[in-house]
């Protein structure tokens, strides 16, 4: 099970902070990522972060977002800066193991102009 947290409501050219934390370790977590949906559109990856900690961003995101994670926490993070209106959708985490794959419920991030 997933659980995020940190959506709001922000101004443009603000700041958010997703958490994601697995009621299992991440230990073993094979990848870990955050996926969001605009309003109307599909869900689409927005970071990923390997078992062996490399990322990959989503071009729109490079140089403003940022994943982590603290294994001892099994917890993953998205540090979100400089905020724009097109950045609002629901955003979901995903946790891949081995043999299973998990999403959390979704949280809402609305940046108003």
């Known amino acids: 099970q997933l659980v995020e947290s940190g959506g709001g409501l922000v101004q443009a050219g603000g700041s958010l902070r997703l958490s994601c934390t697995a009621s299992?370790?991440?230990?073993?977590?094979?990848?870990m990522g955050w996926h969001r949906q605009p309003p109307g559109k599909q869900r689409e990856l927005v970071a990923s972060?390997?078992?062996?900690?490399?990322?990959n961003y989503a071009d729109s995101v490079k140089g403003r977002f940022t994943i982590s994670r603290d294994i001892t926490k099994n917890t993953m993070y998205l540090q979100m800066n400089s905020l724009k209106p097109e950045h609002t959708a629901v955003y979901y985490c995903?946790?891949?193991?081995?043999?299973?794959?998990?999403w959390g419920q979704g949280t809402q991030a609305a940046v108003s102009s």
């Open positions: 995903n946790v891949a193991y081995l043999l299973e794959n998990y």
């Open positions: 299992r370790s991440i230990f073993g977590a094979g990848v």
């Open positions: 972060i390997s078992i062996g900690g490399d990322t």
